[in-house]
């Protein structure tokens, strides 16, 4: 899985009404008075279900407890500008001092973060194509870059994408704090119009970071564990020999396929063709081949670490 990580400036109007609306179909952080966070922010933060002891379920529940605090604080800052707007000033500054406080709690709690998240969205780009297709097209975007066409190939590369982003939005703990704190001093000296302004530009400055996951690669991994499964059989029968040697086929094509549109380069899908052959030419002999599954899943986690 891959990282895209890029700063953001949006409308303070746009963050006000992403705040003040409540849950949208594009996933806005929730500005209830119970403002809690995405369920599925805690699975990515959680990662995968494992058995638990104590000192885990307090780390988790620590982590939890950042997220619902961060977001607690975007919305205490919007609910402060809402107030401004009105020219309720002493409401603004109550408002203020929460979001300080909950800010000041998160660094507390994790001195090392750099980013606390408040948002997460979830967005999948599902290419239907084969190998030969995507490899014409990207051989026509080269011809039309070569012909100074940049907008049509940007058009064309566009397209070429199968994953899944998982877009996490996030407080910079570096900067926004003290932005926040900033505008105090201008809202207690009656500066009420530049307190807007800071407040505005303060709520403007979120960070997003994407976690890219290829589908290819997701589904390629997906046929070998039913491959597995069936592999592990010692008397299949020669239905169950046809339906592991398509599962062996679809996960090569599906490795193609992610290697024509670009996550990762050939020598780092070398690896994994090599021994998907090795387990087909084992298992055509009836054998099992668990260790050959192990080695495939270690490559694949390689692969992931590369990407």
């Keep these: 899985m891959k990282q895209r990580g890029f700063r953001v400036r949006l409308l303070p109007l746009v963050i006000a009404g992403m705040l003040a609306a409540g849950p949208v179909s594009s996933g806005a952080a929730e500005a209830s008075d119970k403002a809690r966070a995405p369920d599925v922010t805690r699975q990515m933060e959680k990662g995968p279900a494992t058995g638990k002891g104590a000192p885990q379920a307090r780390a988790e529940a620590e982590r939890n407890r950042i ?29 203020l001092a929460l979001a300080i406080g909950k800010l000041e709690l998160v660094v507390a709690m994790d001195p090392k973060a750099s980013l606390a998240p408040v948002d997460v969205q979830m967005i999948t780009y599902d290419l ?13 975007a080269e011809e039309l870059l070569e012909d100074g066409k940049v907008q049509e190939a940007r058009s064309l590369l566009s397209t ?18 003290e932005a926040i704190k900033a ?23 979120l960070v997003v970071v994407d976690h890219v996951i290829p589908l290819p690669i997701l589904r390629a991994e997906q046929a070998l564990e039913q491959a597995r499964a069936l592999a592990a059989k010692k008397d299949r029968s020669a239905r169950e020999d046809e339906k592991l040697a398509a599962l062996l086929d679809e996960a090569r094509d599906q490795l193609a396929l992610g290697e024509a549109l670009g996550y990762g380069t050939r020598d780092r899908y070398e690896p994994l063709y090599e021994t998907i052959e090795q387990i ?3 298992t055509a002999h009836k054998g099992t081949e668990e260790g050959l599954f192990d080695t495939l899943r270690k490559k694949f986690e390689a692969l992931r670490e590369k990407l």
């Design 67 to 95: 997220v619902d605090e961060s977001i607690a604080a975007l919305a205490e800052t919007n609910r402060a500008l809402r107030a401004l707007d009105a020219n309720r000033t002493d409401e603004a500054l109550e408002h």
């Design 128 to 140: 239907v194509a084969d190998v030969d297709s995507v490899k014409k097209a990207v051989k026509e």
């Design 160 to 177: 070429l994408a199968s994953e899944i982003v998982v877009r996490v939005v996030n407080i910079p703990l570096g900067t926004y704090p």
């Design 183 to 205: 505008v105090v001093p201008l809202i207690k000296d009656g500066r009420i119009k530049e307190a807007k302004a800071a407040l505005s530009d303060a709520l403007a400055t």
């Design 280 to 282: 087909r030419k084992h």
